[in-house]
């Protein structure tokens, strides 16, 4: 098994990790800019759309794991949304929601992803994408 599916199974390790990672410089340019705004360092009130589980790629998650940020989460895919809601069951603040989010009319859309039968021929990040455009996905 991959190593980061190992420590996405377990959250606490995850975050633990992450936080001695980014001490030894492993940093990306969203993150940066996040850490570099003081405004952010204590508790705000956030809104995530396509907050997928809560770990994998998430650029806010150790902001709301370190300053206590409290807010909504949401995930249309209820395979991610699953792992969401496991991912942030020590976070009472949090408010995981599965639903999409559209700015078309109406209360049903069509939401197109990779099957989960063809994910081992893409790379990792292609259980996060879906759309409601199924050309998104080619």
């Not at 959250?11 to 800019?33: C, E, M, Q, T």
């Not at 997928?52 to 395979?79: C, K, M, Q, T």
């Not at 996060?128 to 080619?138: G, R, Y």
Request: aromatic share 10%.
């Amino acid at each position: 098994m991959h190593p980061l599916k190992i420590l996405s199974a377990r959250p606490f390790l995850f975050d633990h990790i992450k936080r001695w990672s980014r001490r030894l410089g492993r940093v990306n340019a969203l993150y940066l800019r996040l850490a570099s705004d003081p405004q952010l360092h204590r508790s705000i009130t956030f809104l995530q759309i396509g907050a997928n589980d809560g770990i994998a790629r998430d650029p806010i998650r150790e902001f709301i794991v370190r300053y206590g940020w409290n807010g909504i989460a949401v995930e249309p895919l209820p395979s991610m949304y699953s792992l969401l809601k496991r991912d942030y069951a020590r976070y009472p603040a949090v408010t995981p929601v599965n639903c999409a989010i559209s700015y078309g009319g109406g209360s049903k859309l069509t939401l197109f992803c990779v099957s989960d039968s063809a994910l081992n021929r893409y790379p990792s990040y292609a259980s996060m994408i879906a759309s409601a455009n199924p050309l998104h996905l080619k």
